[in-house]
């Protein structure tokens, strides 16, 4: 059975690059960073490439944010979960989970005589 890690994120390298830079972060932002992505891996269903450009990217908002002294309640809002999904709802189109989606919907609109 392949490694978690592997199946959710993909390539090892392009992991261990990320977390190299999350652990160089300031601890306040680290431990938000490092929420974000325990969401993800619980929630976020992303494809591994995705999910890799999506950590990433967080990564570099993180980073940017605490080179600036960016406050993190101006970064995420009132309600981190919102953010999270809303960067999550970002990275899937067009992802699996969309194509997947469409294809239901067909699927039952062409049973249904709906087409």
Do not use: P, W
């Given at each position: 059975m392949p490694n978690l890690v592997t199946k959710l994120v993909g390539d090892k390298r392009r992991w261990r690059q990320y977390r190299a830079r999350v652990h160089q972060l300031p601890p306040d932002y680290r431990t938000a960073v490092?929420?974000?992505?325990r969401y993800l891996m619980y929630f976020g269903a992303?494809?591994?490439?995705?999910a890799n450009?999506?950590?990433e990217d967080v990564a570099d908002l993180f980073e940017r944010a605490a080179a600036d002294g960016t406050p993190i309640r101006q970064i995420v809002g009132d309600d981190p979960v919102?953010?999270?999904d809303d960067l999550i709802?970002?990275?899937?189109q067009g992802g699996y989970i969309e194509r997947e989606q469409r294809r239901l919907i067909e699927a039952i609109d062409e049973a249904a005589g709906d087409r």
């Open positions: 490092e929420g974000i992505q992303l494809d591994a490439d995705s450009s999506l950590f919102e953010f999270v709802r970002n990275y899937r």
